[in-house]
């Protein structure tokens, strides 16, 4: 009885703990003092599923990259309480990783190149397109994630995150959205366990407690593996008992 409590002790706070690491939209940071620009950034980007954030000033944008992680952060160079330049050199300090695109009024080459040179991934001049500023940082996600490839290519699996398509030696392979969605996303994050939770969040939008159980993900599962398998794939999507799936190479 003892050992069947243990084991079912281990087996909930192993779910417990993967839960709170489940994927979460991509986190963009939009820093400018623009009350109704930042608004409509924010609401843009919330459309295409971005989990967006807001600093207007100085202080709250400093005390926000201290405290947080960013996929990408958008930055005004002109800010109320000090310059954007600053912000980005103190990222650059704490050697974080988070993308940054320069979006500024300020047009000169001197501040582009400051931007650049200080380590900002792009440099988008007021005023621009919604549907611009959203391919931008779309492309900064991708290179830092994929490494700059839009070619995924894991021995003989290739997938064309532009084309939105899959081959196993150049052979393709007929997927639907839910099962590339899912391929994709266990190839982006290889060699990790990522639990049944997460996996229904990303493909159903975030919204998995509205399922009972995961049987959909066991169908969706299930039919990637057999497809990839016919094509002559090896087998790399592995059940990891009480806990996900992994995508093991």
């Known amino acids: ?22 994927k979460t939209p991509m986190k963009i940071l939009i820093i400018e003092d623009e009350p109704e620009l ?31 992680d ?4 958008l930055l005004d160079v002109t800010l109320p309480g000090g310059n954007g330049l600053d912000l980005l050199r103190e990222l650059k300090t704490d050697k974080k990783a988070d993308g940054v695109i320069i979006i500024s009024a300020k047009n000169a080459i ?21 549907s611009e500023l ?21 021995h003989e699996l290739r997938i064309d995150t532009s084309a939105k398509t899959v081959s196993v ?14 391929l994709l996303y266990l190839t982006s994050n290889k060699n990790k366990v990522i639990s049944k939770n997460a996996i229904a969040e990303h493909l159903t939008l975030y919204e998995a407690d509205v399922f009972d159980n995961f049987d959909f993900i066991y169908a969706h599962i299930k039919n990637l593996k057999k497809k990839l398998t016919q094509a002559g794939c090896t087998d790399y999507i592995r059940s990891v008992y009480g806990m996900g799936y992994k995508f093991d190479v």
Request: with cysteine; charged share 25%.
């Open 134 to 154: 959203g391919a931008r940082v779309a492309a900064i996600i991708r290179r830092r994630k994929f490494a700059g490839n839009n070619i995924i290519q894991i």
């Open 110 to 130: 001197d501040d582009r190149i400051a931007g650049l040179n200080l380590g900002a991934d792009d440099y988008l001049p007021k005023p621009f397109h919604l």
């Open 70 to 73: 960013y996929d990408c952060i």
């Open 1 to 22: 009885m003892v050992l069947r409590n243990s084991k079912c002790l281990f087996r909930f706070c192993s779910e417990l703990l993967l839960s709170f690491a489940k």
């Open 169 to 182: 030696n150049d052979r393709p392979v007929d997927l639907t959205k839910k099962e590339y969605d899912l």
């Open 38 to 68: 930042s608004k409509s950034i924010a609401a843009y980007l919330s459309s295409e599923n971005y989990l967006c954030e807001i600093a207007a000033d100085y202080p709250s944008a400093l005390q926000k990259i201290e405290s947080f």
